[in-house]
């Protein structure tokens, strides 16, 4: 059952990589050189280098890794000062490439990683999770109001409506 779940999950995470690689490698990062040459390379006044297509694409594909091994979201404090660490980057280099490249801020980034993650779960077996609260420790969430919150902007409905509609099909 685990490795169903593990699975399923790696499958919907494998396709949402691919479309932030199709980005990626459509040259599209190429008009946000410019709008990141803040992030040298490395400190010095005298390097003029920023983070390359090919570093950003490095970036993004060791974020994805790291998401998919490792799972650190679904710590509840797992910070953007971890992630920049665990990348080994700046974190005001990750925070402008979330920003600038992702689109999004940190924490949507995130709750996009945990509410996935929540969905395979409920997906592989909607009745061995009954309470909002466990679901939500589960998923990397100290806060149930958050998850709830976060649930409903990716999928419209609340976690409970989603469990009673998934089992409804079944």
Known sequence: M?????????????????????????????????MLSFLKERPSED????????KLNDLLRHLHQLMEDRRPFLSSNYSLMNLAHDLG??????????????GQRYNDLINYYRITYCLNLLQSNP??????????ALCGYSNRN?????????????????????????
């Open 2 to 34: 685990l490795s169903e779940r593990t699975t399923s999950y790696k499958q919907h995470s494998l396709l949402q990589y691919s479309k932030f690689l199709n980005i990626a490698m459509d040259a599209q990062l190429i008009p946000y050189i410019k």
């Open 146 to 170: 958050t998850f709830i919150s976060a649930f409903k902007k990716h999928t419209k409905l609340t976690p409970s409506a989603y469990i009673k509609k998934l089992r409804k099909v079944e």
């Open 47 to 54: 390097s003029g280098s920023v983070l390359s297509n090919i």
């Open 127 to 136: 009745h061995a999770y009954t309470k909002v609260h466990e679901l939500a």
């Open 89 to 102: 980057i700046e974190p005001y280099q990750l925070s402008a490439f979330i920003n600038k490249i992702l």
